[in-house]
């Protein structure tokens, strides 16, 4: 089953989880997955814990727990990220629907919908 260590993980409360399947485009090395109608992470060894799935999830299903598991298999994850980047479509801003080819985006949660927004445009959405 391979080395066990302590390190944090993606946790999904199923009671939480509408099954809206958001958080399945943000996981880039393929650890969450739709299973019978909810996500899930399906293989904890590419799970690597940084949470990007996090802020896009609706419900707040989505947490890190640091707890012991299987160590996180970087060439596992290596082939599933270049599977993903051949079928690549790039994410937009909502603000000012700059592509993350261009600038850096960031989850964010407005008026109940879970959307990117850049760096740009960022300050004007905190300051107002």
């Not at 390190?7 to 299973?35: F, S």
């Amino acid at each position: 089953m391979g080395e066990r260590v302590v390190r944090q993980i993606v946790r999904i409360d199923e009671d939480l989880c509408t099954g809206c399947g958001v958080c399945v485009g943000p996981c880039a090395e393929g650890a969450i997955v739709m299973q019978d109608g909810k996500a899930k992470v399906i293989r904890e060894e590419l799970c690597d814990g940084a949470g990007f799935c996090l802020g896009v999830c609706p419900t707040g299903a989505l947490t890190l727990e640091t707890r012991e598991t299987v160590a996180f298999d970087h060439s596992a994850a290596e082939v599933i990220i270049a599977e993903k980047k051949a079928n690549y479509i790039a994410q937009h801003c909502f603000s000012c629907s700059t592509s993350e080819d261009d600038r850096p985006l960031l989850p964010v949660r407005r008026a109940g919908e879970s959307t990117w927004v850049c760096t740009r445009c960022l300050p004007s959405l905190i300051h107002g």
